[in-house]
């Protein structure tokens, strides 16, 4: 019997530890259970405010699609509608954190990634929030804490923090936070969100790499029909800037352009195709499929991952967002099939 019962145990043990997903860095590259993995990743911001059975459907097309990461926010209020897992103070909020928590277990069963982003200001309503270090400084820890059980995450911990407004996050702050998370969770990766052009970027390395000492660099670069002819030499940049500073990591293009944003140009579904087939030529380790509210109607709709209430994603893309869900997933397989080899 009691045999018995330990190989009982034993299996179970070993369900749970085949069933983790962990993320992880491997030079210019992100790893997810020590395999050397591209991350495809799409915006799903509003997350906390969707159904289980919305969630439940978006999950299964986007790994059907390819996908392996989303990128959700912890302090996202829109459209009347605040779903922030943490309140203003960086106090816990209910039951918008557990919601959370429950995402990123659905996500570490299928060997997702998540993207979870907080921001000292986001939108016209809930905010603002996080302006003080240590409310910012506690929304970390908050977050950190809760979810230390699970690899399957990352942390940004100001989306584009370098904005001179009210989402400004100072370098200082930044390294702050950022030990505390070492402290609190030394596996966590972690990074801070930039919005820039290409030459002004580079001009920051010095300070995320050696300074803050975030684990992989994001920049939201700027969103224009030129945009996707410009991702591979963008990113080349980028690399060879790192090489000659000595400090290699990771290049995530986290949020491109997005149609319903730039006035007097959509991208057409090549134009997604082509940012993400040159941002891997140029060496990238991820990209996003981002979409978002209409800019222009008061309603903002259609709002896609902005508001996920009452339609889920998928039903709120339109033909060319489908269109390109549907193709991504080869092109990161014939992009990256000599890298495998």
Same mark, same amino acid.
């Given at each position: 019997?009691?045999?018995?019962?330990?190989?009982?145990?034993?299996?179970?043990?070993?369900?749970?530890?085949?069933?983790?997903?962990?993320?992880?860095?491997?030079?210019?590259?992100?790893?997810?259970?020590?395999?050397?993995?591209?991350?495809?990743?799409?915006?799903?911001?509003?997350?906390?405010? !969707?159904?289980?059975? @919305?969630?439940?459907?978006?999950?299964?097309?986007?790994?059907?699609?390819?996908?392996?990461?989303?990128?959700? %926010?912890?302090? %996202? !209020?829109?459209?009347?509608?605040?779903?922030?897992?943490?309140?203003?103070?960086?106090?816990?909020?209910?039951?918008?954190?557990?919601?959370?928590?429950?995402?990123?277990?659905?996500? +570490?069963?299928?060997?997702?990634?998540?993207?979870?982003?907080?921001?000292?200001?986001?939108?016209?309503?809930?905010?603002?929030?996080?302006?003080?270090?240590? *409310?910012?400084?506690?929304?970390?820890?908050?977050?950190?804490?809760?979810?230390?059980?699970?690899?399957? %995450?990352?942390?940004?911990?100001?989306?584009?923090?370098?904005?001179?407004?009210?989402?400004?996050?100072?370098?200082?702050?930044?390294?702050?936070?950022?030990?505390?998370?070492?402290?609190?969770?030394?596996?966590?990766?972690?990074?801070?969100?930039?919005?820039?052009?290409?030459?002004? @970027?580079?001009?920051?390395?010095?300070?995320?790499?050696?300074?803050?000492?975030?684990?992989?660099?994001?920049?939201?670069?700027?969103?224009?029909?030129?945009?996707? =002819?410009?991702?591979?030499? !963008?990113?080349?940049?980028?690399?060879?800037?790192?090489?000659?500073?000595?400090?290699?990591?990771?290049?995530?293009?986290? +949020?491109?352009?997005?149609?319903?944003?730039?006035?007097? %140009? *959509?991208?057409?579904?090549?134009?997604?195709?082509?940012?993400?087939?040159?941002?891997?030529?140029?060496?990238?380790?991820?990209?996003?499929?981002?979409?978002?509210?209409?800019?222009?109607?008061?309603?903002?709709?259609?709002?896609?991952?902005?508001?996920?209430?009452?339609?889920?994603?998928?039903?709120?893309?339109?033909?060319? +967002?489908? +269109?390109?869900?549907?193709?991504?997933? =080869?092109?990161?397989?014939?992009?990256?099939?000599? *890298?495998?080899?």
């Amino acid at each position: 019997m009691r045999l018995g019962l330990q190989i009982l145990f034993a299996i179970l043990f070993s369900a749970s530890i085949s069933a983790r997903t962990e993320l992880g860095l491997e030079g210019t590259h992100f790893t997810i259970n020590g395999k050397q993995t591209f991350l495809l990743g799409i915006s799903y911001y509003a997350a906390l405010g !969707a159904s289980d059975s @919305f969630i439940k459907n978006d999950l299964d097309d986007m790994q059907r699609d390819g996908f392996n990461w989303i990128r959700v %926010w912890a302090t %996202w !209020a829109g459209f009347d509608n605040n779903i922030s897992a943490v309140k203003n103070d960086g106090a816990p909020r209910e039951p918008y954190l557990t919601r959370l928590e429950n995402l990123i277990k659905e996500c +570490e069963q299928r060997g997702m990634i998540v993207d979870i982003t907080l921001s000292r200001q986001n939108g016209t309503t809930g905010g603002p929030r996080l302006q003080k270090f240590e *409310e910012h400084e506690r929304a970390v820890r908050e977050i950190v804490e809760r979810l230390r059980p699970y690899l399957n %995450w990352y942390l940004d911990l100001g989306n584009e923090r370098n904005i001179q407004d009210k989402r400004f996050v100072p370098y200082e702050d930044l390294k702050k936070l950022r030990e505390d998370v070492r402290a609190l969770d030394p596996r966590r990766l972690v990074t801070a969100s930039h919005s820039s052009d290409d030459a002004s @970027f580079l001009k920051t390395f010095d300070n995320y790499l050696r300074v803050v000492k975030v684990d992989f660099l994001v920049n939201h670069r700027p969103r224009s029909s030129v945009s996707a =002819s410009k991702s591979h030499a !963008a990113t080349e940049s980028y690399l060879k800037h790192e090489r000659e500073l000595g400090l290699l990591a990771p290049i995530h293009f986290q +949020e491109p352009f997005r149609r319903g944003y730039t006035k007097g %140009w *959509e991208p057409t579904a090549d134009d997604f195709l082509r940012d993400l087939r040159g941002a891997i030529q140029g060496g990238t380790a991820g990209w996003c499929f981002h979409n978002g509210a209409q800019v222009g109607p008061q309603d903002g709709q259609p709002r896609r991952s902005f508001d996920l209430r009452e339609k889920r994603l998928y039903e709120q893309l339109d033909p060319v +967002e489908l +269109e390109v869900a549907g193709k991504v997933k =080869s092109v990161v397989a014939a992009e990256t099939s000599d *890298e495998n080899k």
